[in-house]
């Protein structure tokens, strides 16, 4: 059974400083990892994608980066902003199933 | 990207009673849609596999009586919550995808049984 781990589960930072969020994976046959927003009570956004043949994806300030064989994403946020603040959390689809971590909870103070 | 759209956001209704949450695919069509339900301050747990003119797929320990999902057409899915009671208030999440790409969510519904 897949098991997704984000560390940290919360994570508080001054406005302008970048974000490191990390996501783990314990079977590495995925097809892909997505990483999605969420603001407290809403439904995801998705924010990138990765497919299993890439290392890693960037959309604006958001770069993900993937390494299968170790099981590990990191999300990284530049120069963030107090709109960044919400729940981010990451998900991995194998046997076409996607399995979520518990998140990280990002609050970014002006 | 593709739009999920879930209906209602938010329900509130009495024990016993059932409620009916909608999920539609906008702008593709989706031959499978799936049902998550998340607890506060918690991840999302998937309930369901919903399957377009065929049974749903449940995941142990999911009670499909209760939990009643119809896949009646490539757009659209239903969940519904038969005799609610309060431990059924939760967080409903539906997704779609097309085949091993991407994954779209609704907004959510919030359920709220008293």
């Known amino acids: 059974k897949q098991e997704v781990t984000q560390i940290p589960a919360a994570l508080s930072v001054p406005e302008g400083e970048n974000l490191v969020l990390n996501c783990s994976f314990t079977?590495?046959?995925?097809?892909?990892l997505q990483w999605f927003r969420q603001d407290p009570g809403k439904g995801l956004t998705s924010l990138l994608l990765?497919?299993?043949?890439?290392r890693e994806q960037t959309s604006g300030r958001l770069n993900a980066s993937l390494d299968k064989s170790s099981g590990r994403s990191t999300l990284y946020i530049a120069a963030s902003q107090p709109g960044d603040s919400a729940t981010y959390l990451c998900?991995?689809?194998?046997?076409?199933?996607?399995?979520f971590g518990a998140g990280t909870t990002v609050t970014v103070r002006a | 990207g593709a739009v999920v759209s879930q209906h209602p956001s938010r329900v509130i209704c009495k024990s016993g009673t059932s409620v009916k949450i909608e999920c539609r695919s906008l702008?593709?069509?989706?031959?499978?849609m799936f049902w998550y339900r998340q607890f506060p301050k918690q991840s999302l747990m998937l309930m369901a596999t919903?399957?377009?003119?065929?049974?749903?797929?449940?995941e142990q320990g999911v009670e499909k009586d209760k939990f009643l999902i119809n896949h009646a057409s490539l757009t659209l899915s239903t969940l519904t919550v038969t005799s609610a009671h309060p431990e059924d208030s939760s967080f409903y999440i539906c997704?779609?995808?097309?085949?091993?790409?991407?994954?779209?969510f609704g907004q959510g519904t919030r359920l709220t049984v008293v």
């Open positions: 919903s399957n377009e003119g065929s049974k749903a797929t449940y």
């Open positions: 997704s779609a995808r097309r085949r091993n790409t991407e994954a779209f």
């Open positions: 702008d593709f069509q989706a031959t499978t």
């Open positions: 998900a991995v689809l194998n046997d076409y199933k996607l399995s």
């Open positions: 079977d590495s046959a995925i097809y892909n």
């Open positions: 990765i497919q299993s043949s890439q």
